[in-house]
C-alpha cells in the first residue's frame, strides 16, 4: 500500500516535471539542461534597462553584463582600478587653455580632451534591427500584419550583427542629452561636456514627425566637445577640468548605443507588446537578454559574438596606458548561462538558497542567526549547518554612508552659530551608532568618522585617524567622548539640561521619517533613547516618501536620515555632498543638509580636480576637520555587505565597484549535482501518515453514517 | 431578462463613475504628479528640468479637469482626467508609469492568476461540502461541535502561517515540490499544488461553517419534514433533497465571484513567485505605479459587478420561481 502512495506520487509528480532527474522539489524546468548556469534570484523588478536611464544596483546587475562602456573596474585589484574594456588602452589628454590653445600646464588649462580609442572586430550580439538585405533595414518599418505573430524578440526570424564603431559612443552620450530618455546624469553631464547643454536645449525645441526623422537628426548633429576622429577613434572635450570623468566612461551610462536598436525599438508597434529597449538591451558584452519576464525571470545566455576577455591576475599592469594581462590562460566567460528568479519574500529566497537551487545569497535580518555567529575572538564566522554544506562567506565595506542630517537652514539647529554647533555637537556624541550597527544592522557595518567609506582615498579608520568632536585618544585608545562632555557641549550651546535659557523651555527637537513598518518605529525609538540621554526630547514625524521628498525640497525638515551610494571611488563623490552649489533647498542638489561653508567650498574646489597625492589628502584632512567640527550630519555608519555562496562557486571575489562580474564566475556543475541530490531526497515519511489519518478517517466516517442511518431505520 | 440585463448595466456606469472619481482624486489629489516622477526617476541627482519632462512625457503635465488653454471639447479632453480616468470606460489601459502596456501586461498575467484561483475554488467548494454535509448529518452531537471548534480554529490562524508552514513542510522537510516560482505550460502544475493546496486548507474552516449553515437552515424546512415522515433514511433526505436545494444560494455565491478569479490573490501569488495579476497589484502600489493601480480597480469594479449580474442570471436558471424584471 505505501508502494503505491510513492509511486503514485512520484508518477504524477514526474509526469509533470518532465520526467527530470532532478529532485521533485526543483523549481527549475526540464529546459535547463546546460551544466554552466548560474542560479541566482532578484528581490526586485528591475525598472528600466536602458544604459542612458538605469541607475541602480539591481538593474546594474543585469546591463553590465550586457553593454560594455569604455573602461571597468579591475575584478581583484585593491584600491579599485580602471583597466581598459572595450578602449584599446587609457584615454589621451590633452589641455587647452581659455583660448582653445594647447598647454601642458594643468594650472592653465581650462579645457581637457579625452582621445578615446576602441578596439578593432568587437561584435554586437545578433538582433533584428541589424538585418537587412540590399542595404535596407527590414524590420525597422515592421507593418501591423507581421506585428501580428510577434510578442517577444525571439519571435523575429532574421538577425545578425555588425563592428562596434565610435559612432555608437557618440551616440549614445547624446542618448543622454535626450529629455525622452531622462538619464539622471544629464544635468551632471551639460555642466561638463562642451556643447551638451546647447544640444539638449535645441533637441528640446525642435519637433519630429517621426522616429527616423529625429534619429536622423541626433545622427547628424555634431556636439561641439564629441568629435568622432575616425571609425574607431573619438574624443570628449571637457569645459572644466574633472579628473573623476573616467570614472563617468566606466558606467553603463557611457556604453554604446546603435541607431539601428533605437529606431527599431522606437516603432509604435512593438512598444504596445512591450518590446522595447528599456526591455531589450543590444550589447556588445559577454551575455545577452534572451528571456525577459521580470515577473518571473530573467535569463542571460551567452553572447556567441563576444571576442573574449582574459581573466584578470593581481599582476595586470598598466603600461604605456595600454593593459597587460599576465594571466593568458583563461578566457572568460566561464558561463552559458544565467538564470536569475524574481523571489520577492525572504524565506522562500533562503530556503532555497540552502537548498542550492540558488548559488548565492545575501543574509536578511531575520536569517542572520542561523547564517553566522560570533566567535571567541570576535571574528564573524559561518554557523555548522551553513559551513557544513561548503557555503562561502564573502564580506565587503560597502562604499556608501548613512548618516542622520541636521537642516542647516533650520532656526534651532542650524546655521554656524557657536549655539547651534555646540548643539549639534552634543546630539552626535549622545548618538551611539556601535550600539545601532549591533541592533539593527546584525553588527554589519563601521561606524563612520566622516563621509568618506574605507577604500576611498582620505578615508578616517578611527585608529590612526579620527573625528575629534566625537571621539577622544584615552590610554592610546581611541573612545567616543563619553555623555558628561555631550551634556557640557549643551549647556554651552544654552540649553542645559535640555532646558533653553532663553525661553525656560524643554528643547524640543523634531525627526522627519519614513516608513511605518516595525522597523522604523524600533528605530525610532531607539532614536528617541539617544536623545533623552542628554535630556533632549526628540518628536518623530513619520511620513510617506513623498511627503518627506516635499519637507526636503522645501528645506521645513528638521532633523532626517539620508545614504549615499558612490558612483565611483573617489572623495570628490561623497565630499560633494556638503559642497554649498548642491544645496536641496536653493539648487536642488544632493546637499539635503544645506550645508554652506565658504572655507569648505573653496578647500573642495581645490580638491576637487586633484589626483589622488599627499597633498590631496593634507587638503581631504582640512576639510573633514572643518566638517566634524561644524557637525552638519550625524556620520553614522558605513555598511557591510555580507553575501553567501555555495562551495561550487569559483571566483568569487568582493568588488563594490564593478558590476559586470558575471563573466568572472565558474560552476563546478558536478559538486552542485551531487549536492542539490543530497540535500534534497524526497522524503514520504509524512506522506503515509498523512494518507493513513486520512483514510482511518474516511473508514470512521463511513461506519459512523452507516451506523446512524441503520438506527434512524429502526428507530 | 435582456432588458432586465440592460438596466443593470446602465446602472453600473454611475457605480464606474464613482469608483473612478474616487480613484482619481486618490492618486492626482493626494499625491500631486510631481511627486510620483519624483519618486520614478529616483532618489540620486533627480533635476526639477527632468521631473517636468517626466510629467510632460505622461500628460501629467495638463490640468485635472478643465483645460482653460483649449476650446471646445479639447477643454475636457485635454486633462488628466479625460487621459488617465475617462479612457478606462474606453478600456484604453495605456502605459504604466515605468512605460509598459498595462492592457499586455494584464493579457500576460490573469492565466497564472486563474491557474491557481480555478482549482483552488473547485477543489476548495468539493472539500467544505463535503465537511458541511458531514457536520449536519452529525448535526448537535459531539462531532459537530469538535467540527465547529475545528472550522473556527482554522478560520483564526493567519493565512501567512499556512503558507509558511505548507512551505517548510511540504517543500523544506518532505522536499516534494518546490518552495516557489512558475513555469508556463503543464510544468507549471509542480508549482500550483503548494499554493492550492494552502488556498484550500485556508478556506476550510469559513466555508466549512457558511456551507453548513446554509444546510442547517434548509433542512429545517417542511418538505425535510415530510420526507423524513415518509420513512426516508438521514443520508437520503441529506443528499437527495436537502443538498440540492441548498444548492441554489452555493452556485449564486459562486458565480459571484467567478470573474474575480480572474484577479488573483495578493499574498498567495507575492509568497510562491507566481506571476499573476494579484502580485501585479502589489508590485504596482509598492512601486506607486498608479496607472497599473487605477487599471486594476477599474477592471476589479467591473468584474465585481460583472459578477453581480450573472449571480442574478444564474438565480433564474436554477430556481424557476425568480423572474427578472
Known amino acids: 500500500m505505501l508502494r503505491f502512495i510513492k509511486y503514485t506520487f512520484l508518477i504524477s509528480i514526474l509526469t509533470l516535471g518532465g520526467c527530470s532527474e532532478k529532485p521533485l522539489n526543483s523549481p527549475y524546468g526540464s529546459n535547463d539542461k546546460s551544466s554552466k548556469v548560474f542560479y541566482s534570484s532578484f528581490q526586485e523588478r528591475p525598472k528600466h534597462l536602458d544604459p542612458a536611464r538605469s541607475y ?6 543585469f ?13 581583484l585589484k585593491k584600491p579599485y582600478e580602471l583597466i581598459p574594456l572595450t578602449a584599446r588602452e587609457m584615454p589621451e589628454l590633452h589641455y587647452f587653455d581659455k583660448d582653445f590653445k594647447n598647454t601642458k600646464d594643468k594650472n592653465k588649462a581650462v579645457y581637457t580632451k579625452y582621445i578615446l580609442k576602441i578596439k578593432k572586430g568587437i561584435l554586437y550580439q545578433n538582433h533584428p534591427a541589424f538585418f537587412k538585405i540590399n542595404e535596407d533595414y527590414i524590420y525597422h518599418e515592421i507593418s501591423e500584419i507581421d506585428l501580428e505573430n510577434i510578442n517577444t524578440l525571439k519571435d523575429f526570424k532574421d538577425d545578425e550583427t555588425r563592428e562596434l564603431t565610435s559612432d555608437d559612443y557618440i551616440y549614445q552620450i547624446k542618448r543622454l542629452a535626450d529629455y525622452k530618455n531622462h538619464s539622471p546624469i544629464s544635468g551632471v553631464m551639460q555642466d561638463y561636456i562642451l556643447g551638451f547643454g546647447e544640444y539638449k536645449n535645441k533637441l528640446q525645441n525642435l519637433q519630429f514627425s517621426n522616429s527616423k526623422e529625429k534619429i536622423n537628426f541626433v545622427r547628424s548633429y555634431n556636439i561641439k566637445g564629441v568629435r568622432k576622429i575616425d571609425k574607431y577613434t573619438f574624443s570628449i572635450i571637457l569645459k572644466k577640468q574633472y579628473p573623476q570623468f573616467i570614472y563617468w566612461l566606466a558606467m553603463p551610462f557611457f556604453s554604446p548605443m546603435p541607431w539601428e536598436a533605437d529606431l527599431f525599438y522606437s516603432q509604435q508597434g512593438l512598444q504596445k507588446k512591450n518590446i522595447t529597449l528599456n526591455w531589450f538591451p543590444v550589447g556588445t558584452g559577454p551575455f545577452k537578454l534572451t528571456e525577459n519576464n521580470p515577473n518571473l525571470r530573467m535569463i542571460l545566455e551567452y553572447n556567441k559574438n563576444f571576442r573574449g576577455e ?54 536578511a535580518s531575520d536569517n542572520y542567526d ?53 548643539l549639534r555637537q552634543a546630539i552626535s556624541i549622545a548618538i551611539d551608532y556601535d550600539e545601532y550597527i549591533s541592533i539593527f544592522t546584525n553588527g554589519r557595518g563601521i561606524v563612520a568618522q566622516s563621509p568618506l567609506p574605507p577604500g576611498i582615498f582620505g578615508y578616517q579608520d578611527g585608529k590612526n585617524n579620527f573625528n575629534k568632536t566625537i571621539f577622544e585618544l584615552q590610554s592610546g585608545k581611541i573612545i567616543k567622548k563619553n555623555i558628561d562632555q555631550a551634556k557640557k557641549l549643551l549647556t554651552k550651546a544654552g540649553y542645559d539640561n535640555g532646558i533653553d535659557s532663553q525661553t525656560g523651555k524643554p528643547l524640543i527637537l523634531y525627526f522627519e521619517a519614513t516608513g511605518a513598518g516595525a522597523d522604523t518605529y524600533a528605530f525610532l525609538n531607539w532614536l528617541r533613547k539617544q536623545f533623552k540621554k542628554i535630556n533632549i526630547q526628540l518628536v518623530t514625524r513619520v511620513t510617506d516618501y513623498n511627503r518627506f521628498q516635499e519637507k526636503m525640497i522645501s ?13 565611483y571611488p573617489d572623495p570628490e563623490n561623497f565630499l560633494f555632498l556638503l559642497y554649498s552649489k548642491n544645496g536641496k533647498v536653493k539648487y536642488g542638489g544632493e546637499n539635503a543638509s544645506n550645508y554652506e561653508s565658504q572655507e569648505f567650498d573653496e578647500l573642495f574646489l581645490k580638491m576637487k580636480n586633484m589626483r589622488n597625492s599627499s597633498q590631496r589628502g593634507k587638503i581631504i584632512k582640512n576639510i573633514l576637520e572643518i566638517i566634524q567640527k561644524d557637525s552638519p550630519w550625524i556620520w553614522g555608519f558605513h555598511p557591510k555587505s555580507f553575501s553567501l555562496s555555495h562551495k561550487w562557486v569559483e571566483n568569487v571575489e568582493s568588488n563594490l565597484m564593478a558590476n559586470n562580474t558575471l563573466k568572472y564566475k565558474r560552476i563546478n556543475d558536478e559538486i552542485r549535482y551531487k549536492s542539490i541530490n543530497l540535500w534534497n531526497k524526497a522524503n514520504f515519511t509524512l506522506l503515509y501518515i498523512l494518507f493513513f489519518i486520512i483514510s482511518i478517517f474516511i473508514f470512521s466516517v463511513i461506519l459512523m453514517i452507516r451506523k446512524k442511518d441503520k438506527e434512524k431505520v429502526y428507530d | 431578462m435582456i432588458k432586465y440585463i440592460l438596466k443593470r448595466l446602465i446602472y453600473a456606469i454611475p457605480i464606474l463613475i464613482g469608483v473612478n472619481l474616487l480613484t482619481f482624486t486618490l492618486f492626482f489629489v493626494v499625491n500631486s504628479p510631481e511627486e510620483v516622477a519624483r519618486l520614478h526617476l529616483g532618489n540620486k541627482r533627480v533635476t526639477q528640468e527632468q521631473i517636468i519632462s517626466w510629467n510632460e512625457e505622461r500628460g501629467y503635465n495638463n490640468p485635472l479637469f478643465y483645460n482653460t488653454n483649449e476650446k471646445g471639447l479639447n477643454a475636457f479632453k485635454e486633462t488628466i482626467f479625460y487621459e488617465k480616468s475617462f479612457k478606462l470606460f474606453l478600456f484604453e489601459f495605456g502605459l504604466s508609469d515605468s512605460g509598459r502596456d498595462i492592457k499586455y501586461d494584464i493579457k500576460q498575467r490573469m492565466w497564472p492568476s486563474l491557474a491557481i484561483a480555478l482549482p483552488s475554488l473547485l477543489v476548495g467548494l468539493f472539500i467544505n461540502i463535503t465537511f458541511a454535509l458531514f457536520f449536519v448529518y452529525f448535526r448537535s452531537t459531539k462531532v459537530d461541535y469538535i467540527g465547529v471548534i475545528f472550522c473556527v480554529a482554522l478560520m483564526s490562524i493567519s493565512s501567512l502561517f499556512y503558507i509558511i508552514g505548507g512551505q517548510y513542510l511540504i517543500s523544506k522537510l518532505m522536499h516534494l515540490v518546490p518552495i516557489s516560482g512558475y513555469a508556463h505550460g503543464y510544468e507549471a502544475i509542480k508549482f ?16 466549512t461553517r457558511w456551507y453548513r449553515s446554509l444546510f442547517l437552515e434548509e433542512i429545517e424546512k417542511d418538505y425535510v419534514k415530510t420526507a423524513k415522515s415518509k420513512g426516508l433514511s438521514e443520508s437520503a433526505v441529506l443528499f437527495n433533497h436537502v443538498f440540492k436545494n441548498a444548492l441554489i444560494p452555493i452556485l449564486t455565491g459562486i458565480v459571484v465571484i467567478l470573474p474575480l478569479l480572474f484577479l488573483g490573490s495578493l499574498i498567495v501569488e507575492s509568497f510562491f513567485g507566481i506571476p499573476g495579476l494579484g502580485s501585479y497589484t502589489i508590485d504596482a502600489i509598492q512601486s506607486q505605479d498608479f496607472a497599473i493601480v487605477r487599471a486594476m480597480v477599474f477592471l476589479g469594479t467591473i468584474l465585481y459587478i460583472s459578477g453581480l449580474i450573472l449571480t442574478d442570471i444564474s438565480y433564474t436558471l436554477v430556481d424557476p420561481r425568480v423572474r427578472l424584471k
Open chain 1, 56 to 61: 541602480s544596483s539591481n538593474e546594474y546587475a
Open chain 1, 63 to 75: 546591463i553590465a553584463q550586457i553593454y560594455e562602456p569604455l573602461y571597468q573596474y579591475h575584478y
Open chain 1, 310 to 363: 582574459i581573466y584578470p591576475s593581481l599582476e595586470d599592469k598598466i603600461i604605456n596606458k595600454k593593459l597587460v594581462s599576465f594571466n593568458n590562460s583563461k578566457e572568460v566567460p566561464f558561463l552559458d548561462k544565467a538564470i536569475y528568479s524574481l523571489e520577492k519574500e525572504q524565506i522562500p529566497r533562503w530556503n532555497k538558497f540552502l537548498q542550492g537551487y540558488y548559488d548565492n545569497s545575501g543574509i
Open chain 1, 370 to 422: 542561523q547564517a553566522v555567529s560570533l566567535n571567541n575572538s570576535g571574528d564573524i564566522s559561518l554557523n555548522k549547518e551553513l559551513e557544513d554544506k561548503g557555503i562561502h562567506l564573502t564580506t565587503a565595506t560597502s562604499a556608501s554612508t548613512y548618516y542622520i542630517g541636521f537642516n542647516m537652514l533650520d532656526t534651532v539647529i542650524g546655521g554656524h552659530s557657536e549655539r547651534s554647533r555646540f
Open chain 1, 555 to 567: 528645506g521645513t525638515g528638521q532633523i532626517f536620515q539620508w545614504g549615499w551610494n558612490a558612483d
Open chain 2, 192 to 207: 500550483l499544488v503548494l499554493p492550492v493546496i494552502i488556498s484550500v486548507l485556508y478556506g476550510i474552516g469559513s466555508g
